[in-house]
């Protein structure tokens, strides 16, 4: 903005013009002279009042620039503030969506685990008669077949229960494929028996003896479960441990892997370790 400044000639001019009406008699001036005063007096507040409004224009020209930058400014915050806006609700629905994944994602891993361990359940129970005998050469059973040489070996082991009418086999068969490729070892069998009780009588007597044998070699029984539940049994361990250090009177591992004691005159059995802890 430009301010006009009047030359000092003028402005002298104009002072003595206006010193010269106020000290001065008008009635000593002719009209003409004193209407000449009266128009330069006149002509000059004019200017003033021009130059006035000039500024008063500028000043107001600056007023509405800067309104209109205030106005710029402040559209450009509300921008800036709805861009933010939009970046933290878009934030907020992948958070919403990582969290939803996630929980499917856990759903999923509970459901996958509850089928696993129902198959595994399944499988276990379809074995639940069975018995796994480990350490037996191989081909000795080609002349009197696979269940006629567990019935030897179970004769030879445990002569006292060769008349239990409860312990009769139903099938018996050496496993497909050996346990341990990098090892040799001769393949297992799988007796089963008619009845669980029966199969409970020789585990019972098999976990009494100290040695099994056949024909001088020796020779193992164990239950006939699945990788995972074997894995089950070992992690209990620990557990059982515990408490029979505690006294608690751990009594044993129940089929397949479910841990059982007595605790306050009361059995307590868990299938699930994670239940446990």
Same mark, same amino acid.
């Given at each position: 903005m =430009?301010?006009r ?13 206006? @010193?010269d009406? =106020?000290?001065?008699d ?19 507040d004019?200017n003033?009042?021009?130059?006035? *409004? ?15 930058? %205030?106005?710029?400014?402040q559209?450009?915050?509300d921008?800036?503030?709805a ?7 878009? %934030?907020s629905? @992948? ?19 509850e089928?696993?361990?129902?198959i @595994?359940?399944i499988?276990?129970?379809?074995k ?5 005998i480990?350490?037996?050469p $191989? ?6 077949g696979? $269940?006629?040489?567990c ?12 008349k239990?009418?409860?312990?009769k086999?139903?099938e018996?068969?050496?496993?497909l494929i050996?346990?341990n490729?990098?090892q040799? *070892?001769?393949?297992?069998i ?9 199969k ?7 976990r009494?003896?100290?040695s ?6 020796? %020779? ?13 049994r070992?992690?209990?361990?620990d %557990? ?14 129940l089929?397949?892997?479910r841990?059982?004691?007595?605790? $306050?005159?009361?059995i ?10």
């Amino acid at each position: 903005m =430009t301010k006009r400044r009047n030359s000092p000639q003028k402005k002298e001019h104009e002072e003595t013009t206006a @010193r010269d009406l =106020t000290n001065t008699d008008t009635c000593k001036r002719s009209e003409p002279v004193f209407r000449i005063m009266i128009i330069r007096i006149l002509a000059r507040d004019k200017n003033r009042l021009d130059s006035l *409004s000039t500024e008063i224009k500028e000043v107001k020209n600056s007023q509405n620039e800067i309104k209109d930058a %205030i106005t710029e400014l402040q559209s450009q915050v509300d921008a800036a503030a709805a861009r933010m806006d939009e970046v933290e609700h878009r %934030i907020s629905n @992948r958070a919403d969506k990582l969290i939803e994944n996630n929980e499917a994602e856990k759903k999923r891993e509970m459901k996958a685990k509850e089928d696993n361990l129902t198959i @595994r359940e399944i499988s276990d129970s379809l074995k639940r008669n069975n018995i796994r005998i480990i350490g037996v050469p $191989e081909e000795e059973e080609r002349e009197i077949g696979v $269940e006629g040489l567990c019935e030897q070996i179970i004769a030879g082991n445990f002569p006292n229960l060769g008349k239990d009418t409860d312990i009769k086999t139903q099938e018996a068969q050496r496993t497909l494929i050996r346990v341990n490729k990098n090892q040799p *070892s001769t393949r297992h069998i799988i007796v089963k028996f008619t009845k669980y009780s029966g199969k409970e009588r020789i585990m019972i007597a098999a976990r009494e003896e100290k040695s099994l044998t056949y024909k001088g070699t020796q %020779i193992r029984f164990a239950e006939h479960l699945s990788t995972e539940t074997w894995q089950a049994r070992k992690e209990w361990e620990d %557990i059982f441990n515990v408490l029979k250090q505690k006294s608690k009177q751990p009594r044993r591992m129940l089929y397949p892997a479910r841990l059982s004691f007595k605790i $306050e005159e009361e059995i307590k059995s868990f299938l699930d370790r994670g239940a446990w802890v």
